[in-house]
Structure formats: structure tokens, C-alpha cells
């Protein structure tokens, strides 16, 4: 029996697919099935039962998932131990954030890495909420307050929500925010992201305007846009390094943005360093996260 294989079953009873549970871990969908197989075999006894539903574990299966989150915990409390006691900041700190957010990160990294070589970072993007809890990443940018006990949580900036669109979306006559919507084209987030600060000051402000596209994440909002498809509200961090786009005023209004991480991982030196790093970021990019100059 090969105890790595236990986080494959831990995977798979988290996701529920072999399909989520391969892009959980990072490899393909029949790895974890050909090691769930490998460890079935290894027992003499089935771990899962394909449902409707999705993969249900059997009794067996409830008592693999059991010793798999015990021996991960267990590599956790070492690891933790251990590279608390480091004082070289070294290895790999896994960060997730939101796709808008990777263009104020990216161009630190430079620096970051002169005076941290040692230190490599995984960044990952998307609409997916990683867990903190199961490990998945180190730290968290996050655009909504995390109020957990288990974590620590830090507000580090406010983000500036602007209109945005194309000049061509004009014509030539002066860009500003319409006093009156009936006739624009907006572009909107879809359902998933209506509770971003810019699609409920949309939903708010810009009734009678005609929807003309909706998008599952900012870069494909901020696209519509440039293409003269209608007015986007993107934040500012986004929209302003954006050639192809033209602001229409000030801020119209504004989110948040918070870090959080579990206080265990925080007492890994590399970890903390990057937080640091991501406050002194944060502070550096005031105006730029703001919108307000």
C-alpha cells in the first residue's frame, strides 16, 4: 500500500468527481482513478460507489478518508514545525487571487524574488474559492471578508469601481456617465458574480440600459468593452491599465480587499514573508487600487 495514495481518496471525497479531484491536485482525472484502483486493489475492499450523485464512499471508503485527513494533519503539524524553526525563508507558498488582481502582483515579482530566491511562488486565478482548510493554498487575496476564527484576516485596501468603455463606443462625442441609460448597451457579470461591487451598482444605477454581453470573469468583461460592445463598471486596478479602455469619471463605487490565511501556515517563515510582501504590495499600489489619485 502506498500512503501518498490516501490523498487521492481525501480528493476525491472533497470534489466528488474523479474530474474535480484531478484538478484539486494538479494531474489528470485517470491518475486519481488508477491510484484509487491501485489502493482498492491493495485492501481487497471498494473505497467508492459511482452515484448519480457522484462518488459516495463505502464504510471502508469513510475509513480511508478518516486516516488520510488525519495524516495529512499530521504532515501539516510537522512541516509547520519544522519550518518554524527555519530562519531562511525557502520553498514553495501557494497563493490564489482573483484574475484582476494578478496584474498588480506579477510586476512585484521581480523584486520579490532579487531578495527571495529561495522562495517560489504558485499563484493561482479563477472564480474558484480555494480552501484555506484543506490545505489547498497558503494565503488568500480575497474580494469579500472571510469571518472565520479558525483564520487570520487583515483588510488591506479599498478598491475603486469605475465605468469604463471603449472611444469608438462613443463616437467621438464626450465620454462620461450617462445621465440617462435608456439606449446604452452595458456589459454585465453573470449570475455567479452579481455580488461584485460594479454589477450592483449596475443593477442599481443603470436600469433601462440594454444588456449587450455578459461575462464570468473581469478580463472578459474588460474584452467586451474594448470592443465597443457597451460600458463595463471593472475596477479600477483593471480598467486603468487597460489601453484600450477610457474612464468615464471618478469611482463610482467600491469593494474591499483582504488577506487570509491560516495562523499556522502564518508561523512558516516563507509564508510570512510573502504576506508582508503583499501589505507593503498593497500600499505601494494605493493609487492604483483606489482609482483615486
Known amino acids: ?14 470534489e466528488g468527481s474523479m474530474v474535480a479531484a484531478a484538478r484539486a491536485l494538479g494531474v489528470e482525472h485517470t491518475t486519481v482513478s488508477r491510484r484509487i484502483a491501485a489502493l482498492e486493489r491493495d485492501l481487497g475492499v ?27 494533519r499530521s504532515i501539516l503539524e510537522l512541516e509547520s514545525a519544522i519550518a518554524g524553526t527555519d530562519a531562511r525563508p525557502s520553498g514553495t507558498v501557494r497563493l490564489t487571487t482573483s ?12 523584486r520579490f524574488y532579487s531578495e527571495h530566491a529561495e522562495i517560489k511562488i504558485e499563484l493561482l486565478t479563477g472564480n474558484r474559492v480555494f480552501d484555506l ?8 487575496i480575497r474580494l469579500v471578508s472571510t469571518e472565520r476564527d479558525d483564520l487570520v484576516v487583515r483588510h488591506v485596501s479599498r478598491i475603486g469601481w469605475a465605468l469604463y468603455a471603449s472611444p469608438s463606443y462613443f463616437g467621438g462625442k464626450s465620454a462620461e456617465v450617462p445621465a440617462k441609460w435608456e ?25 433601462g440600459a440594454i444588456v449587450a454581453l455578459r461575462g464570468n470573469s473581469i478580463p472578459s468583461c474588460a474584452a467586451g468593452a474594448a470592443a465597443g460592445l457597451g460600458i463595463a463598471c471593472l475596477p479600477c486596478l483593471h ?6 479602455l477610457q474612464r468615464l469619471g ?5 469593494g474591499d480587499l483582504w488577506l487570509a490565511a491560516r495562523p499556522d501556515r502564518l508561523r512558516i517563515v516563507r509564508n510570512r514573508v510573502v504576506w508582508d510582501f503583499l501589505l507593503e504590495l498593497a500600499s505601494l499600489e494605493r493609487e492604483l487600487l483606489t482609482g483615486i489619485s
Open 1 to 14: 500500500m502506498e500512503w501518498g495514495d490516501l490523498r487521492y481518496v481525501v480528493a476525491l471525497a472533497d
Open 46 to 72: 471498494r473505497l467508492f460507489i459511482r452515484t448519480p450523485d457522484g462518488q459516495c464512499p463505502t464504510s471502508s471508503g469513510e475509513a480511508a478518508i478518516a486516516t488520510g485527513r488525519a495524516l495529512q
Open 99 to 110: 484574475e484582476g488582481f494578478v496584474q498588480v502582483v506579477v510586476p512585484h515579482l521581480p
Open 133 to 140: 482548510n484543506r490545505n489547498e493554498v497558503d494565503i488568500a
Open 183 to 207: 439606449g446604452h448597451r452595458v456589459i454585465h457579470f453573470e449570475e455567479a458574480l452579481r455580488g461584485t461591487p460594479g454589477q450592483r451598482w449596475l443593477m442599481e444605477h443603470a436600469q
Open 239 to 244: 480598467g486603468d491599465r487597460d489601453a484600450r
Open 250 to 254: 471618478a469611482p463610482v463605487t467600491n
